[in-house]
């Protein structure tokens, strides 16, 4: 009883507090600027509830949220990389278990590269003055 004590108790730990915040605040501020981006490119309910329904949410069940990209035959393991939700989900299991099916300095190059080009697509909508009426 004592070893199942201990056991449940080191699996709750956190391995990296650290790291698992800056995954957390990396996570929210891509995906709320994503969330910005789509209802700036929408005209109208339709469209914007598109994007979750049809490309978000198959997304999530691939990015390995549900098991290991390890399980998959090779060629959609070469597939799954392509998948930006597979860097997220591997970087918060890094930061909790220490295990990861992409190692974390690849996860946090893909997660800044992913939030860089959301920036960009924002300054570019802005800057142009994409349906922004005075």
């Known amino acids: 009883l004592r070893r199942q004590r201990q056991m449940c108790i080191r699996d709750s730990y956190i391995m990296h507090p ?3 915040i800056l995954m957390l605040v990396l996570t929210s501020l891509t995906f709320s600027l994503l969330g910005f981006l ?16 049809l490309i978000l949410s198959p997304l999530v069940f691939l990015g390995g949220s549900l098991y290991s990209i390890n ?18 989900v591997s970087g918060f299991r890094w930061s909790f ?3 990861a099916d992409v190692s ?3 996860s946090l190059f893909a997660i800044f590269t992913f939030l860089f ?3 960009i697509a924002l300054a570019y909508i802005f ?3 994409y349906r922004i009426k005075f």
């Open 18 to 20: 650290f790291a698992m």
């Open 38 to 53: 789509i209802g700036m490119l929408s005209t109208n309910w339709e469209e914007l509830s598109i994007f979750p329904t």
């Open 71 to 88: 399980w998959l035959p090779e060629f959609w393991q070469n597939v799954s990389l392509v998948n930006p939700v597979l860097y997220l």
């Open 97 to 99: 278990y220490e295990l």
């Open 104 to 106: 974390i300095t690849i």
């Open 117 to 119: 080009l959301n920036i």
């Open 127 to 129: 800057k142009k003055g």
